[in-house]
């Protein structure tokens, strides 16, 4: 397989580095998440959710953000940065997808599993973004993980939030290099 396989390729872009000026196309965006859709899982129970936040939405999922921020963070651990961060970041994104996951209680499909599908859903969406020219950023602050955001999108104790994924152009067109330790660190074969 050759080093530039896409795979090998794909890079985590912050928001601050997207072009959040250029849109992506509805279209485009739909081909993506179809992508996605089309991840591993379990039983078929396809578990992922996605809430897809564009143009003013972006405004309202920073607000949402930051009063769950000053709500759910005791005052002492409390961090204007992060704070700051929360709103900044979906702004600079032209796209930002919340992402969960649905675990049945007491469901034959374990908690696990629904988490590992939903996982490699992001993956395939992160990798569908980047054979398109895009750049992608999975993050998962904790008021994004946690049940008073998930409440906020409509969600129920059936899900498990996975995040936040921020898509968009690079502002360069430049993606970063990066580079993997020595597969063997990472592998142990058994014969």
């Known amino acids: 397989m050759p080093a530039d396989f896409p795979y090998r390729t794909r890079r985590t872009v912050k928001p601050p580095q997207m072009d959040g000026a250029r849109e992506v196309p509805s279209d485009l965006l739909r ?12 039983g078929l129970t396809q578990p992922w959710r996605f809430h897809v936040f564009t143009g003013d939405s972006r405004a309202r999922l920073a607000d949402t953000l930051q009063a769950l921020y000053d709500k759910i963070t005791p005052l002492a651990e409390a961090k204007p940065d992060k704070r700051a961060k929360l709103r900044d970041n979906p702004l600079a994104a032209p796209v930002v997808i919340a992402v969960a996951a649905h675990v049945e209680p007491g469901g034959k499909i374990s ?8 996982a490699c859903a992001v993956q395939n969406l992160t990798l569908s973004a980047h054979q398109h020219g895009l750049v992608s950023f999975w993050a998962t602050p904790p008021v ?23 898509l968009g152009y690079p502002k360069d067109g430049a993606i970063p290099k990066s580079t993997r330790l020595p597969l063997d660190q990472r592998v142990t074969f058994h014969s």
Do not use: I, K, Q, Y
């Not at 081909?31 to 379990?42: G, N, Q």
């Not at 908690?111 to 939903?118: G, H, V």
């Not at 906020?152 to 994924?165: E, F, N, Q």
């Open 111 to 118: 908690e696990l599993d629904e988490l590992c599908a939903t």
């Open 144 to 166: 994004a993980c946690s049940p008073e955001f998930l409440a906020s999108l409509g969600m129920d104790a059936a899900h498990r939030s996975l995040g936040l994924v921020f």
């Open 31 to 42: 081909e993506m998440l179809e992508d996605a859709h089309w991840a591993p899982t379990h």
